[in-house]
């Protein structure tokens, strides 16, 4: 009988094992709620340990704050599949006050945020921190419209599993919302 079980339960906790180690990454740790890389209204920069990228973002909205938001990030190594990186760069600066498109350039993955915001338009200008690792990533990219769905939507995103990672972000401006 208790051979039995074993050959039923053990190919069931070797796939799990497997699926866990390989594929899903686990609950994010952005610390406490209050722990926000900025206050509304102020500059920040923020970067993912060496050889790790930014796998999950979290936003909430104040327009009572001049219409910014708080941010916080979460980092997790870079699956071994894609090496070790190669470089690192601070990508162009997108500017406050316009719509802008930006994906990491030469194949980089997202691995940090610089940000700074500007009142006279209630607006935030952005620069990427990519990443270049030794094997190329996949190219099957697609740009997400899910988060948020409205400027004033609060955000948590997350990549639940290895070979899905934050290359750009796009934005858009009104400057009748703010």
């Known amino acids: 009988m208790d051979l039995v079980l074993l050959c039923v339960f053990l190919p069931l906790v070797t796939v799990a094992w497997g699926q866990y180690g390989d594929y899903y990454y686990g609950p994010y740790n952005y610390g ?7 206050v509304y209204r102020q500059g920040f920069n923020f ?13 909430v909205f104040s327009k009572k704050e001049g219409s910014d938001r708080l941010w916080n990030y979460a980092c997790m190594p870079a699956a071994q599949s894609l090496g070790e990186p ?17 994906t990491c350039s030469n194949n980089g993955l997202v691995a ?3 940000s700074q915001y ?6 935030r200008e952005w620069q990427f921190y990519c990443c270049r690792y030794s094997r190329r990533c996949p190219y099957s990219c697609w740009l997400t419209t899910e988060y948020p769905g409205h400027y004033g939507e609060d955000m948590d995103m997350m990549m639940y599993t290895y070979d899905y990672y934050i290359r750009g972000a796009t934005t858009t401006f009104s400057a009748v919302d703010r």
């Open 32 to 38: 406490d709620n209050d722990e926000w890389v900025n």
């Open 47 to 59: 970067q993912c340990p060496q050889g790790q990228v930014v796998v999950a973002i979290r936003s």
């Open 112 to 114: 940090g945020f610089q």
């Open 86 to 102: 190669t470089e690192c760069w601070w990508e162009e600066i997108n500017r406050a006050g316009t719509e802008w498109y930006q």
């Open 118 to 123: 500007f009142p006279s338009v209630l607006d």
